[in-house]
């Protein structure tokens, strides 16, 4: 079964809008992290934001911000404003658990175009 | 302040040879994780060095393996390549010790192999 699943192959959004890149996870385990990265066509994955599932508040980093909805395991991104610059592939990821390593558990990715 | 740096960025192998992939850690970083990146998909874990030693392997054979130095730089090998094997492979580098919520990973840009 697939931990982490992103449904929206592609999006498209006009620049300055807002746009939701949904996320489910599927995990047994009561202690996890979420994390999306951002992917330009350069390849290096750029971190933007966490959530712990722990944590009490949404997260928020600038013009992203993290909506965890625990109860329906969603950890939809939200980018306001969008940007020229924000066109990339978007994937979250899931970390289980006690594991404090490098293992994160990816989803598909998301394609996020922004149209001038 | 450099961050992860993966070499080469780019390299053609034909089938049943043999590859080595380097990367040097951000500063003051002291873990190493690969990830395989196929086509349109997201990155899946193949393990991850902590000082010098595998510490957790995700759902790879054998053919890959690992190493990392006492400078925290790391080398992954594929011996005995198969077309399937082709993908960005992606190295990943983070600070062990902090808790499991802030420990970020830092990805480089990737080494991509074609295999032929």
Redesign the interface.
């Known amino acids: 079964a697939q931990k982490?699943t992103q449904t929206q192959p592609g999006m498209f959004v006009q620049e300055k809008e807002a746009v939701t890149l949904d996320c489910t996870y599927d995990t047994s385990d009561p202690?996890y992290?979420l994390?999306w990265?951002k992917q330009p066509s350069?390849?290096?994955?750029?971190?933007l934001i966490?959530q712990?599932s722990y944590d009490q508040q949404n997260a928020t980093e600038g013009r992203y911000s993290l909506n965890f909805q625990k109860a329906r395991k969603s950890a939809n991104l939200v980018i306001s404003a969008s940007q020229l610059g924000d066109s990339a592939m978007y994937?979250c990821?899931m970390?289980e658990g006690?594991?404090?390593?490098?293992?994160?558990?990816?989803?598909?990715?998301t394609e996020l175009s922004v149209k001038p | 302040d450099a961050g992860v740096t993966q070499s080469p960025t780019h390299l053609i192998k034909t089938r049943g040879q043999q590859v080595t992939l380097r990367c040097s850690p951000k500063s003051g970083h002291d873990t190493v994780s690969w990830y395989q990146q196929a086509l349109g998909q997201g990155p899946q874990f193949i393990f991850q060095y902590y000082e010098e030693e595998e510490r957790q392997r995700g759902n790879f054979p054998d053919r890959f393996s690992g190493h990392q130095f006492p400078n925290y730089s790391s080398e992954l090998n594929v011996n005995a390549l198969l077309l399937g094997d082709s993908a960005l492979y992606l190295c990943a580098s983070s600070f062990l010790p902090l808790g499991a919520g802030a420990n970020v990973l830092t990805f480089g840009a990737g080494s991509r192999l074609t295999v032929l």
């Open positions: 982490i202690s992290g994390f990265y350069s390849g290096e994955m750029i971190f966490y712990g994937f990821a970390r006690s594991n404090q390593g490098g293992k994160l558990i990816f989803g598909q990715g």
